[in-house]
């Protein structure tokens, strides 16, 4: 049983590796066989459903390693702002693997329709329904405006998702960037750009 589970952790690993760097097309079983160091049909034996069935561990796994982290954040503290600036922070950490959430996101229109149901509802009810349940709540005791608590979690994630470090191997090059600003700071600014909008207070 350990050498059973270590090889289909090995090979959600592998496969999860690849993704980020080259989208689901670019993943390939041969690969993650050789890798691993099993046979393909050992990774059929792991996952009888070939790469899809191997995408949609990868994907829950990440969606559940997420929401972990989320759900720790939105324990933080008492209020509301606490609680944003917890989550916040975890952007500015840069405590999710994005670009591997990024490719599970396309890699969506490569498999079955019930494969896609299926992660989008987990993807909801573990990382989007949470925020969601915050901001209602924050609605419903007048510590935000009247406003729909989906839009406000999504809004708020966005503007948080700009705290994420910029990548080494992409963007600009390195010695054109500007000084990066202390963490702490860029997220408190962000949740107060959230909570009190960006006009000047009178």
Wanted: charged letters at 25%; glycine letters at 6%.
């Amino acid at each position: 049983m350990p050498r059973q589970t270590d090889t289909r952790a090995r090979a959600r690993d592998e496969f999860a590796r690849l993704l980020a760097e080259r989208g689901y097309l670019g993943v390939s079983l041969d690969e993650i066989a050789k890798t691993v160091d099993v046979k393909k049909a050992s990774l059929y034996h792991h996952f009888p459903g070939g790469k899809p069935a191997l995408f949609t561990e990868v994907a829950h796994h990440y969606i559940e390693e997420t929401a972990a982290v989320l759900q720790q954040a939105l324990e933080t503290g008492d209020g509301l702002r606490e609680r944003l600036l917890a989550l916040a922070g975890t952007y500015a950490r840069g405590t999710y693997n994005s670009a591997l959430g990024d490719q599970i996101y396309h890699a969506t229109r490569h498999v079955d329709e019930a494969r896609r149901s299926e992660l989008s509802h987990a993807y909801v009810r573990q990382l989007i329904q949470p925020v969601t349940d915050l901001m209602g709540r924050a609605v419903e005791t007048g510590q935000l405006r009247e406003s729909d608590p989906g839009f406000l979690a999504m809004a708020f994630m966005e503007l948080a998702a700009m705290l994420q470090p910029m990548p080494e191997d992409v963007a600009m090059p390195a010695q054109e960037r500007p000084a990066p600003a202390p963490a702490g700071a860029l997220t408190e600014e962000v949740v107060d750009l959230f909570l009190r909008g960006a006009a000047p207070e009178r």
